[in-house]
């Protein structure tokens, strides 16, 4: 093959397919044999808009397979997960299992390119254990004359539910080891981006990585303060930002039942573990978004409770609007509490799941549709801001207790009268 993709998940399988359909033989590796066969029947073994029809493409004209044993390429291109432990500090063993995977592959001329977010020094430690396991191979940075390979980092940035259309249209941050490395990854990228691709060390790119994802969590936690501020000062925090925005250089986020997905809850403890002095605002920012789960927990306890002969909806369990993908998802913890707390009275609407998830499994909440919640639950609590949701008309929801937590409804008339807690509230 000419590029070989490590990991076939999230970012490595439609980045694999993206490089393919841009006409190189692209060969991806994973751990897994099941998602090996997966893709090599053109199918996909993970959820994503467009993905299934490109891969099938790309497989059934001979660019793209998969294997679980790595080839010579000229290109490696490395994709797998860097979780992080108990203790938040960032596990990097995938990364270098990637790199102990292609070491014995490698030769002159090839490209090593780290797409995993990683803490600032991954690159570098990438490089040291390739340097280590071919003392035949001169790696870049460490010796004088030209080094025989490039190694460079530059992180994916695509949103989930808009992958392959970002993939293309994104900028890129492109970080070498040396400015030579950055040259030879910028080269190989240009074969299939179309955004600007800009140059800089793999430390200055590792870090941009991360704060970009540190940046959204700290504005999520100032509108998920506000919302908690608001509420209990009784105002409309929808209202209160709509009319804050109108300024010219003030832009909110929306409130929400907390932040889930796989990145923004996760790369910011990534930049705390490496300064963990210098990071009270980002440090706090994580902790004002987990906490912003358990006041809607609360509230929406509080509701359930004090209505105890009315049926209960919790409208989506996706970690955000219209995408199929339930993993660290607020809206699914949320209900799950309740699920487990007030059993049938729970009704779970969520277009985007075949079944529940499997921690429903003897709770006595059932799945319904949303035509069915509106007729016969007296309470909604919205937790996802799906479309399917958003476009339900006022008429059919006026006489709803509604507790909306991302704000779809402005329209619903606010109760004062009643005092059951969190009507329309964040
Ligand atoms: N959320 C809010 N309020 C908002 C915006 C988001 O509560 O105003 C919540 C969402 O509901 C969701 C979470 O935050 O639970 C994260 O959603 P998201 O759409 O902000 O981001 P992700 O996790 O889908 O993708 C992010 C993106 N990063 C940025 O926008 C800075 C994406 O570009 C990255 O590639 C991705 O992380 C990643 O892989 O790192």
Redesign the pocket.
């Known amino acids: 093959p000419d590029v070989c993709v490590v990991g076939l998940g ?2 490595g399988l439609p980045t694999a397919a993206v490089i393919a359909r841009a006409g190189c033989k692209v060969l991806g590796i994973d751990v897994s044999q099941k998602v090996v066969d997966t893709i090599n029947r053109g199918e996909i073994h993970i959820e994503e808009v467009d993905l299934d029809g490109l891969v099938h493409g790309v497989v059934s004209r001979g660019l793209l397979s998969a294997s679980t044993e790595v080839a010579p390429a000229d290109v490696f291109v490395i994709a797998v997960p860097t979780p992080f432990d108990k203790d938040h500090a960032p596990d990097v063993s995938y990364v270098l299992a990637a790199g102990r995977t292609i070491a014995p592959v490698l030769k002159a001329g090839d490209v090593v390119i780290l797409e995993s ?1 990683s803490p600032v020094g991954t690159t570098e430690q990438l490089r040291d254990m390739i340097a280590t396991m071919r003392p035949d191979l001169k790696v870049p940075g460490l010796v004088r004359e030209t080094p025989d390979i490039a190694i460079a980092y530059c ?7 808009r992958i392959l259309e ?1 993939l293309t249209n ?1 900028d890129r941050s492109i970080g070498g080891i040396t400015p030579r490395c950055a040259r030879k990854a910028l080269a190989f990228y240009k074969r299939f981006v179309r955004g600007e691709c800009v140059t800089t060390d793999a430390r200055s790119a590792e870090m941009t ?1 991360l704060v ?2 540190a ?3 700290v ?2 936690a100032f ?2 303060e506000l919302s908690i501020v608001a509420d209990k000062m009784g105002l409309d925090v929808w209202e209160v930002i709509r009319l804050a925005n109108r300024h010219p250089r003030v832009n909110i ?13 996760v ?1 910011p403890w990534f930049i705390v573990h490496g300064a963990p002095e210098e990071t009270p605002l980002i440090r706090t920012a994580r902790g004002v ?1 987990d906490g912003k789960m358990h006041h809607v927990i609360r509230k929406a306890d509080e509701l359930v409770a004090a209505h105890p002969d009315a049926r209960v909806a919790c409208l989506g369990l996706a ?3 219209n ?1 199929d ?1 339930f993993r ?4 699914r913890f949320v209900t799950s509490r309740l699920a487990r707390k007030y059993g049938a009275r729970i009704h779970i609407v969520e277009p985007y799941a075949a079944e529940l998830p499997i921690e429903f499994t003897d709770t006595g909440a059932t799945q319904i549709d949303i035509d069915t919640a509106l007729e016969e639950c007296e309470i909604l609590i919205v937790l ?2 799906h479309d399917v949701f958003r476009v339900v008309p006022l008429a059919e929801r006026a006489d709803k207790l509604v507790y909306d937590t ?1 704000g779809i409804w402005p329209d619903q008339p606010r109760r004062e009268a009643d005092d059951s807690p969190g009507l329309r509230l964040a």
């Open positions: 999230y970012i977010t992180p994916e940035r695509v949103l989930p539910g970002e994104n990585k970009e994802n940046y959204r969590d504005n999520i509108a998920n986020l929306s409130p929400g039942p907390g932040v889930g997905g796989h990145c923004i809850a790369d978004n970690f955000k609007a995408i993908d660290e998802s607020p809206a996802v801001d991302r």
